[in-house]
């Protein structure tokens, strides 16, 4: 038992813990991450759930064996989004730190994308640092790349978001809210064999409004990285966009794969 607990909100939230492991295709990574988070991670849906939701008391005496509740939310439906809330104000309640993921749904699912954007001010002021995707920014960026197979949509917005969360999670076990100092953060996971391209090709694509993004930005790599290759990060991010990152290893060994998180402005 470590001191993070995963907790997977909502039928969307659910499936993309869920999903991999039925399914060949998804990364070993994220198909283990179950199996990693163990007796940490706890999945909250309309049809089942591992967590005592209607006993207050039993929940609060499992959210305060942990210092830090990492949840995961798709925002806009009506189950999820009241119950991410909730589990959040009561993880508070008796002191443990909050690290949230929120999904945005897309624009074809009006109504709850608008529902979604409505919640997500609220929610992230809710908690000690926000992580957000906006999964229509994801769809515009696999068609990008010539992807128009909708499984292979889905399967890539799980699998970046369940690996940011394994990543968050490894990040968590040690010094994060001087890592992480902003309140809110868009990202994105992008993979080549020189991870300097990585990051500058993933740099401007980052999963929401980078209209609004600030400095602050933290870059994640595989655990082999050389270190000769993470002070070409820093220096092509300092040359080109005139910021420092902050450079983080990961515990998997994909030195391929770079995930960047860049600061926006909160609500």
């Known amino acids: 038992m470590s001191d993070v607990l995963i907790i997977m909100c909502g039928g969307a939230a659910g499936n993309a813990i869920l999903g991999p492991a039925a399914d060949e295709n998804f990364d070993e990574s994220v198909k283990d991450a179950r199996q990693k988070f163990g007796e940490d991670l706890d999945i909250v849906t309309k049809g089942e759930s591992t967590l005592d939701i209607n006993d207050q008391k039993a929940l609060e005496d499992r959210l305060s064996q942990y210092r830090i509740v990492t949840t995961y939310c798709v925002l806009g439906g009506e189950f999820g989004t009241d119950l991410v809330q909730e589990i959040i104000k009561t993880s508070r309640a008796v002191g443990c730190k909050i690290v949230s993921i929120f999904g945005i749904p897309m624009e074809m699912e009006a109504d709850r994308r608008k529902r979604a954007l409505k919640a997500l001010p609220e929610s992230v002021a809710l908690t ?33 978001v369940v690996s940011s969360v394994v990543s968050v999670r490894d990040c968590l076990q040690g010094p994060f809210f001087s890592t992480f100092k902003s309140k809110l953060y868009a990202f994105v996971s992008h993979s080549d064999v020189m991870p300097v391209k990585a990051v500058m090709k993933a740099w401007d694509n980052i999963l929401f409004d980078d209209s609004q993004a600030l400095d602050d930005s933290v870059v ?16 092509q991010v300092v040359m080109n966009h005139g910021s420092m990152p902050e450079v983080v290893a990961r515990s998997d060994s994909d030195d391929s794969k770079v995930i960047v998180f860049r600061a926006v402005k909160s609500f």
């Open 220 to 235: 994640m790599v595989g655990k082999n990285i050389k270190s000769s290759e993470i002070e070409d990060i820093k220096n």
């Open 128 to 160: 000690d640092c926000s992580l957000v995707i906006d999964m229509q920014r994801s769809q515009e960026l696999n068609l990008e790349f010539g992807d128009r197979e909708w499984k292979n949509f889905l399967r890539l917005s799980d699998t970046m």
